[in-house]
C-alpha cells in the first residue's frame, strides 16, 4: 500500500473538508460563549449546529441549504415539545414513542430526511434528562435554533468561496474509485484459479464506483452554476465526469474468458505483464484523482506510453513464436484485451489535460445534454408516505421496531441508578438500522469502538496534564471522528468516545471516572436491546428482498434498453 498516496487523497478529500467544517461549527460557538462566561449555553448552541451538520453531506448546494434550514426548523420544535413533556414520564414516554415513529418513516424521502430525522431524534435524546421549566424550555429550544443558524450560515459561505471545490473532492474520488477497479481487474492476471473471491471484490467496488458516480452527477448536473456552463472550470468537470464514465464503461465491458487464458499462457510471462500494464494504468488515474482533488496539474507520464508500445512489440513477437491451431481464440483475445489497454491509456492522457483546467480544453465542450436525463429527482409528495404504512414496507416496520425499542429502553434506564436513558436510547437510535446486517455490524462496531475509544481517552489525560494540550487532543479527535462519519463507523466510535471523554473530563474532572464506567454499561444496555429488536421485533431479512429486487432490476433493464 502507497501510504504517501493514502495520505495525499485524504487530506485533499472532501471526508476531512466536511470535518473541518463541522469541528468548526460546533466548537466555536462553546469557545466563544465560554469566554463570556456562559459555557452551558454554549454547548447548547453547539448541539444546533451538530444537528445541521447531519442533513448538510454531500450533494447540490440548494439541496444542502434547504435541508438545513428545514432541520433547524425541526430540532427547534423538538426540543420546545421535549422540554415541556420531560416533566411527566408518562408523557415524555408518548413524545418518544411518536418521535421514533416519525422521524423514522419520513426516511422513505431519502438519506438526506433520513439525516434530518436524525438529528432530531438526537436533539429529543439528549432534552430527556433536562429539567428545564417555564422561559427555561423555550431559551433552551432557542439556543439550538440559534446553532443550527450559524452552522448553515458557514457551510453556505464557505461553499460560496469555494463553488467547485466540492464537485472537485467528489469527482477525485470518482476517478480513484474506478482505479482501484481497474487494479482488481488486474487480479485477474495473476496466478490461480480463484475467480470467485475476485469477482466479489469486483462487484463490490462496482457498487461504489455507481454510488459516487450518482454523487458527481447530483452535484454537476443539479447545480445551476454549472450547468449554465458559465466558467472553463464547470465546463472542464462536465467533460471530466462524462470522459470517466465512458473510460470506466470501457473497462466493464473488456471482459475475458481468465480461466482459459490462464490454461494456455500460466506457463510464460504474457500474463503478468498484462498484469503490471494494467496497475500502471490504475496508479495514473489515482495520480488524476488526486490532483482532480488538490487542483493542481499532474504532467502526462511519458513512461506508460512507451511502456504499451513495448507491450504491442512483445506480444506480436510471443504471438509469432507461440501460436498454434489450439490457443488462437486465446491469442485473438490477448490482442483484444491489448486494444483495450490502448484505448484506456489515450482516454487517461485526456484526463491528464483536464487537470490544467485550461480555457482552450474547455471550448472543446459541446454542451448539447439534456442534464435531466442524468438525475433523479425526488419528490416530497405525502402520497409516497401513505403508500408505505404498511407491514409489507421495510421503512414502515424499522419504525414501529425502533419506537418500541426506545421505549423499552427507556423503561430499563428508570429500574437502574447509574442508568441514563439519553444514552441509552442514543445507542440504540444509532444502533438500529432497516437492514439486520447493517445494524449487526453497528451493535458490535460500537461496542468495540466505545471500549477502544475509552481506553484511548483515560490514556490521554493519563499522560497529558496540560488543560489547553488537552483541548488540543480533543479538536484533533472531533476532526478525525466527524471526518469518518459517514464512511468507516468503527472509526468514527474509536474517535468520538475519547473525544466525549476529554471534553467531559475538561467540564467536570472529579466524576471522570464514574462518566466511563456509566458511558460503557449504557452501551452495553442499549446495544443489547437494539440486537434483540432487529431480531425479533418485525424482522425483514435481505434474503426475503432479493427476488424483488432483482425484478426491478430486468424491469429497469428493460427499459433502458
Given at each position: 500500500?502507497d501510504?504517501?498516496k493514502?495520505?495525499?487523497s485524504f487530506i485533499?478529500?472532501?471526508?476531512?473538508s466536511?470535518?473541518?467544517?463541522?469541528?468548526?461549527?460546533?466548537?466555536?460557538?462553546?469557545?466563544?460563549?465560554?469566554?463570556?462566561n456562559?459555557?452551558s449555553a454554549g454547548?447548547?448552541?453547539?448541539l444546533?449546529?451538530?444537528c445541521?451538520?447531519?442533513?448538510?453531506n454531500?450533494g447540490?448546494?440548494h439541496?444542502r441549504?434547504n435541508?438545513m434550514?428545514?432541520?433547524d426548523?425541526v430540532?427547534?420544535?423538538v426540543a420546545?415539545i421535549t422540554?415541556?413533556?420531560?416533566?411527566?414520564a408518562?408523557?415524555?414516554?408518548i413524545t418518544i414513542?411518536v418521535?421514533c415513529?416519525?422521524?423514522?418513516?419520513?426516511g422513505?424521502?431519502g438519506?438526506r430526511?433520513?439525516s434530518i430525522?436524525?438529528a432530531?431524534?438526537?436533539v429529543?435524546?439528549l432534552?430527556?434528562?433536562r429539567?428545564n421549566?417555564?422561559?427555561n424550555i423555550?431559551?433552551?429550544?432557542?439556543?439550538i435554533?440559534a446553532?443550527?443558524i450559524?452552522y448553515?450560515i458557514l457551510s453556505?459561505?464557505l461553499?460560496?468561496?469555494?463553488?467547485?471545490?466540492?464537485a472537485?473532492?467528489?469527482?477525485?474520488e470518482?476517478i480513484q474509485?474506478t482505479?482501484e477497479?481497474l487494479r482488481?481487474?488486474a487480479?485477474?492476471?495473476?496466478?490461480?484459479?480463484d475467480?470467485?473471491e475476485?469477482y466479489?471484490?469486483?462487484?463490490d467496488?462496482q457498487i461504489?464506483?455507481?454510488?459516487?458516480q450518482?454523487l458527481?452527477?447530483?452535484?454537476?448536473f443539479k447545480?445551476?452554476?454549472?450547468?449554465?456552463?458559465?466558467?472553463?472550470?464547470?465546463?472542464?468537470?462536465?467533460?471530466?465526469?462524462l470522459?470517466i464514465?465512458?473510460?470506466?464503461e470501457r473497462?466493464?465491458?473488456s471482459h475475458?474468458?481468465?480461466g482459459a487464458l490462464?490454461?494456455?499462457f500460466d506457463?510464460t510471462?504474457?500474463?503478468?505483464k498484462?498484469?503490471?500494464?494494467?496497475i500502471?494504468m490504475?496508479n495514473?488515474?489515482?495520480?488524476i484523482?488526486?490532483a482532480?482533488k488538490s487542483?493542481?496539474?499532474?504532467?502526462q507520464n511519458e513512461e506508460?506510453?512507451s511502456q504499451?508500445?513495448?507491450?504491442?512489440?512483445?506480444?506480436?513477437?510471443?504471438r509469432?513464436e507461440h501460436?498454434s491451431a489450439?490457443?488462437v481464440?486465446e491469442?485473438?483475445?490477448?490482442r483484444?484485451i491489448?486494444?483495450?489497454?490502448?484505448?484506456i491509456?489515450?482516454r487517461i492522457y485526456?484526463?491528464?489535460?483536464y487537470?490544467?483546467?485550461d480555457?482552450k480544453?474547455s471550448?472543446?465542450?459541446?454542451?448539447?445534454i439534456?442534464?435531466e436525463?442524468?438525475?433523479?429527482?425526488q419528490d416530497?409528495e405525502?402520497?409516497?408516505?401513505?403508500?408505505?404504512?404498511?407491514?409489507?414496507s421495510n421503512?414502515?416496520r424499522?419504525?414501529?421496531?425502533?419506537?418500541?425499542?426506545?421505549i423499552?429502553?427507556?423503561?430499563?434506564s428508570?429500574?437502574?441508578s447509574f442508568g441514563?436513558s439519553?444514552?441509552?436510547l442514543?445507542?440504540i437510535?444509532?444502533?438500529?438500522?432497516?437492514?439486520?446486517?447493517l445494524?449487526?455490524?453497528?451493535?458490535?462496531?460500537?461496542l468495540?469502538g466505545?471500549?477502544?475509544?475509552?481506553?484511548?481517552?483515560?490514556i490521554?489525560?493519563?499522560?497529558?496534564?496540560?488543560?489547553?494540550?488537552?483541548?488540543?487532543?480533543m479538536i484533533f479527535?472531533m476532526?478525525?471522528?466527524y471526518?469518518?462519519?459517514?464512511?468507516?463507523?468503527?472509526?468514527f466510535?474509536s474517535?468520538?468516545?475519547p473525544?466525549?471523554l476529554?471534553?467531559?473530563?475538561?467540564?467536570?474532572?472529579?466524576n471522570?471516572?464514574?462518566?466511563i464506567s456509566?458511558r460503557i454499561?449504557?452501551?452495553?444496555i442499549?446495544?443489547s436491546?437494539a440486537?434483540?429488536?432487529?431480531?425479533f421485533l418485525l424482522?425483514?431479512?435481505?434474503?426475503?428482498?432479493i427476488t424483488?429486487?432483482m425484478l426491478?432490476?430486468i424491469t429497469d433493464?428493460?427499459q433502458?434498453?
Amino acid at each position: 500500500m502507497d501510504y504517501l498516496k493514502q495520505y495525499k487523497s485524504f487530506i485533499n478529500s472532501y471526508y476531512l473538508s466536511e470535518g473541518v467544517r463541522i469541528t468548526i461549527g460546533v466548537t466555536l460557538p462553546a469557545v466563544v460563549m465560554s469566554y463570556f462566561n456562559n459555557l452551558s449555553a454554549g454547548i447548547i448552541v453547539s448541539l444546533g449546529a451538530l444537528c445541521a451538520s447531519m442533513p448538510d453531506n454531500a450533494g447540490p448546494v440548494h439541496h444542502r441549504r434547504n435541508a438545513m434550514l428545514v432541520c433547524d426548523i425541526v430540532v427547534f420544535f423538538v426540543a420546545l415539545i421535549t422540554g415541556f413533556a420531560s416533566g411527566n414520564a408518562i408523557i415524555l414516554g408518548i413524545t418518544i414513542c411518536v418521535f421514533c415513529f416519525v422521524f423514522a418513516m419520513i426516511g422513505v424521502y431519502g438519506s438526506r430526511a433520513t439525516s434530518i430525522g436524525l438529528a432530531a431524534l438526537f436533539v429529543m435524546v439528549l432534552n430527556i434528562d433536562r429539567q428545564n421549566h417555564g422561559w427555561n424550555i423555550i431559551l433552551n429550544a432557542v439556543y439550538i435554533l440559534a446553532g443550527g443558524i450559524w452552522y448553515t450560515i458557514l457551510s453556505l459561505s464557505l461553499n460560496s468561496f469555494r463553488p467547485f471545490k466540492l464537485a472537485q473532492q467528489a469527482l477525485g474520488e470518482c476517478i480513484q474509485l474506478t482505479a482501484e477497479y481497474l487494479r482488481i481487474k488486474a487480479s485477474f492476471y495473476e496466478k490461480g484459479d480463484d475467480f470467485s473471491e475476485r469477482y466479489r471484490h469486483l462487484l463490490d467496488k462496482q457498487i461504489e464506483v455507481h454510488q459516487m458516480q450518482d454523487l458527481v452527477r447530483e452535484l454537476l448536473f443539479k447545480s445551476r452554476d454549472i450547468v449554465r456552463e458559465s466558467t472553463p472550470t464547470g465546463r472542464i468537470l462536465v467533460m471530466a465526469f462524462l470522459d470517466i464514465v465512458d473510460l470506466y464503461e470501457r473497462i466493464i465491458t473488456s471482459h475475458q474468458d481468465y480461466g482459459a487464458l490462464h490454461a494456455h499462457f500460466d506457463d510464460t510471462d504474457i500474463l503478468q505483464k498484462y498484469r503490471l500494464i494494467i496497475i500502471s494504468m490504475a496508479n495514473e488515474l489515482d495520480e488524476i484523482g488526486i490532483a482532480v482533488k488538490s487542483t493542481k496539474p499532474y504532467l502526462q507520464n511519458e513512461e506508460l506510453h512507451s511502456q504499451i508500445i513495448k507491450l504491442r512489440e512483445y506480444f506480436t513477437a510471443f504471438r509469432d513464436e507461440h501460436r498454434s491451431a489450439e490457443n488462437v481464440e486465446e491469442f485473438i483475445s490477448l490482442r483484444h484485451i491489448l486494444d483495450s489497454i490502448e484505448d484506456i491509456a489515450a482516454r487517461i492522457y485526456t484526463l491528464e489535460s483536464y487537470t490544467t483546467y485550461d480555457k482552450k480544453i474547455s471550448k472543446q465542450f459541446q454542451g448539447k445534454i439534456d442534464y435531466e436525463e442524468f438525475i433523479v429527482h425526488q419528490d416530497i409528495e405525502p402520497e409516497l408516505l401513505k403508500e408505505n404504512l404498511t407491514l409489507h414496507s421495510n421503512i414502515f416496520r424499522h419504525s414501529l421496531r425502533l419506537c418500541i425499542a426506545t421505549i423499552a429502553g427507556f423503561i430499563v434506564s428508570k429500574f437502574f441508578s447509574f442508568g441514563h436513558s439519553y444514552w441509552i436510547l442514543l445507542t440504540i437510535i444509532v444502533i438500529i438500522k432497516p437492514a439486520y446486517s447493517l445494524t449487526k455490524r453497528r451493535n458490535s462496531e460500537r461496542l468495540l469502538g466505545t471500549v477502544a475509544g475509552a481506553l484511548i481517552g483515560i490514556i490521554a489525560i493519563y499522560l497529558i496534564k496540560d488543560k489547553s494540550a488537552l483541548f488540543a487532543v480533543m479538536i484533533f479527535f472531533m476532526i478525525g471522528a466527524y471526518s469518518f462519519m459517514r464512511t468507516k463507523y468503527l472509526i468514527f466510535v474509536s474517535l468520538m468516545t475519547p473525544y466525549i471523554l476529554l471534553l467531559f473530563h475538561l467540564l467536570n474532572p472529579n466524576n471522570f471516572r464514574t462518566v466511563i464506567s456509566d458511558r460503557i454499561i449504557d452501551t452495553v444496555i442499549g446495544s443489547s436491546i437494539a440486537f434483540i429488536a432487529n431480531i425479533f421485533l418485525l424482522p425483514f431479512w435481505e434474503h426475503e428482498q432479493i427476488t424483488d429486487y432483482m425484478l426491478k432490476m430486468i424491469t429497469d433493464s428493460l427499459q433502458y434498453f
